[in-house]
């Protein structure tokens, strides 16, 4: 059964960084894309990134190009999400998704639960 | 990037109706090589992650109730739940991935 599982969220002021992680288990973690999605407060869904089973290709959305990074690590099964610069408008919970598209963002047949990030003073 | 619209923002159906949500893509997401839509539709409840209900703009995912079906090509296209059911109140959002994979806005969907 796939597992994913994000970490990482909290509390951070304007300006400030945060690391988030996700951990997946029950697929062979290399072998597919992975992506980035969140959900502001009374907003709709926004997919933020991807990023294929090797690293070689990473897409962002406009909106967080320049201070948001995505990375693996296929050894640890992890995917990371390195915000920096951060806004009172990147509050929201942020999404890990898969699904079995290659190539693109693809659908998204599996999701973790989500973790919370509140960029505020 | 492809913008995704999705009417109306908000509906309310009886229990046993129709719903009807249409999602507008900005381009066609018909992928000529391979005649696919690149649309998919999804379900949200509060405090829950989406919920895959439809690939292929018309492809229901595994275990989702065959009340909920999708239909349309190119750049429009439309979620149908025949027969709604309490269970069904949620938001529901489009989303291509013919290139990266923008979200429409979402309709909530509510029991008249």
């Known amino acids: 059964e796939v597992q994913l599982a994000e970490s990482g969220g909290g509390l951070v002021q304007p300006g400030g960084s945060l690391r988030l992680s996700c951990a997946a288990s029950?697929?062979?973690?290399?072998?597919?894309?992975m992506n980035w999605v969140r959900k502001a407060p009374g907003k709709g869904l926004e997919w933020i990134s991807y990023i294929n089973g090797g690293s070689s290709v990473i897409y962002y959305a406009d909106s967080v190009r320049g201070r948001f990074t995505t990375s693996r690590d296929n050894a640890k099964n992890s995917l990371y999400l390195q915000m920096n610069s951060l806004r009172d408008e990147d509050t929201a919970v942020y999404y890990c998704?898969?699904?079995?598209?290659?190539?693109?963002?693809?659908?998204?047949?599996?999701w973790g639960q989500g973790t919370l990030v509140t960029v505020s003073s | 990037d492809i913008v995704m619209t999705q009417s109306p923002d908000s509906l309310a159906v009886s229990l046993g109706e129709r719903a009807t949500i249409n999602c507008k893509s900005s381009q066609s997401v018909l992928y000529s090589s391979d005649n696919k839509n690149y649309l998919a539709w999804y379900q949200q409840r509060p405090g829950q992650p989406p919920k895959l209900l439809i690939y292929?703009?018309?492809t229901r995912e595994s275990g989702v109730p065959d009340r909920f079906s999708g239909s349309g090509s190119g750049t429009d296209f439309t979620l149908t739940i025949s027969g709604l059911q309490a269970e069904d109140v949620a938001l529901y959002y489009c989303?291509?991935?013919?290139?990266?994979?923008?979200f429409g806005q979402g309709t909530k969907v509510e029991i008249k």
């Open positions: 998704a898969m699904g079995p598209v290659s190539g693109s963002a693809g659908y998204f047949d599996s």
């Open positions: 029950g697929f062979i973690f290399s072998a597919y894309s």
């Open positions: 292929w703009a018309s």
């Open positions: 989303q291509q991935y013919y290139t990266k994979g923008t």
